[in-house]
C-alpha cells in the first residue's frame, strides 16, 4: 500500500536559517504529493502540492519538487520566520489508493527569534 | 477560517461511553473524510463519504461508524470508548470524490479524551 516517511522531528531553527524537510513515498502508480501545514491549536492546510512527476509546488516562500526516480518530496524554506512554527505533513493521494490522503507523520518546526 | 465546522471541540468522557462527533462541511463541499490524529499513530484516514454514500474505508474500528445526511453533515460515532481512542479527530471536506487531485479543508478538530 502507499506510505508516506518523512524527517522526525522536532527541527528548531533560527530565523531567517534555510529549512528542509524530506520526505520519500512509497506508492503505485502516479500519486499527487501534498505538503500540509498545522498551526498551533488549527487545522491542517493545504500549503503547496505537485500532481507529476517534475512538477514543482511553491507558495509563501516554501518548495517542493516532485522527484520520481528518488520517491522524494523534500520541503525548503530558504528563510524560515517565527510565524512558520508549525508541524509540516507530507502527504500522498492517488496511484492505486484512491480517495483518500495518506500522511506522514509530521515534523515539527521551532523557529526562535 | 477553512469554512468546516466541526463540534464539539473538546471532549471528556469514561470508559465504555459512546460520544458523536460532529462535522459541516464547506459550503458546496460532497465529500467528508474522518482523520484520527494521535501521538503515537499520527494521522490515521478512517472513512470517506460523498454526497451520502460511503466511498472509502481506511483505519476504522468497528465501534466506530459514520454517516453522511442528506445536508451533507456527518457524524462520526464512536461506542465502548477505550482510554486509547483518546485524540483529536479531524473532519475534512472537499468539492468532488477524489483527492488526488483536489484539496482538502480541514476543521480545528474535535479532542476526546477517555478517562
Redesign the interface.
Known amino acids: 500500500g502507499n506510505s508516506v516517511t518523512q524527517m522526525e522531528g522536532p527541527v528548531t531553527l533560527s530565523e531567517e536559517a534555510f529549512l528542509t524537510i524530506n520526505c520519500t513515498y512509497t506508492a503505485t502508480g502516479y500519486?499527487?504529493l501534498f505538503w500540509y501545514v498545522q498551526y498551533p491549536?488549527?487545522?491542517?492546510?493545504?500549503l503547496l502540492?505537485a500532481?507529476k512527476a517534475d512538477d514543482k509546488g511553491s507558495n509563501k516562500g516554501f518548495e517542493a519538487t516532485y522527484r520520481k526516480e528518488t520517491t522524494s518530496f523534500h520541503l525548503e524554506k530558504g528563510s524560515v520566520q517565527v510565524s512558520d512554527s508549525a508541524v509540516y505533513?507530507c502527504a500522498l493521494?492517488?496511484?492505486g489508493s484512491?480517495?483518500?490522503?495518506?500522511?506522514?507523520?509530521?515534523t515539527l518546526l521551532t523557529v526562535n527569534p | 477560517d477553512s469554512g468546516v465546522t466541526q463540534t464539539p471541540k473538546h471532549l471528556i468522557t469514561a470508559t465504555g461511553q459512546r460520544v458523536t462527533l460532529r462535522c459541516s462541511p464547506r459550503s458546496g463541499d460532497l465529500s467528508v473524510y474522518w482523520y484520527q490524529q494521535s501521538l503515537d499513530q499520527g494521522l490515521q484516514f478512517l472513512i470517506h463519504y460523498y454526497n451520502g454514500e460511503e466511498r472509502a474505508k481506511g483505519n476504522i474500528l468497528e465501534r466506530f461508524s459514520a454517516q453522511q445526511f442528506p445536508d451533507l453533515h456527518s457524524e462520526l460515532n464512536l461506542s465502548s470508548l477505550e482510554l486509547g481512542d483518546s485524540a483529536l479527530y479531524f473532519c475534512a471536506s472537499s468539492v468532488g470524490p477524489e483527492s488526488n487531485t483536489g484539496e482538502l479543508f480541514f476543521g480545528e478538530g474535535s479532542r476526546l479524551t477517555v478517562l
Open positions: 500519486p499527487s491549536g488549527e487545522g491542517l492546510q493545504l502540492k500532481t505533513f493521494s492517488g496511484g484512491n480517495y483518500k490522503l495518506t500522511f506522514g507523520k509530521g
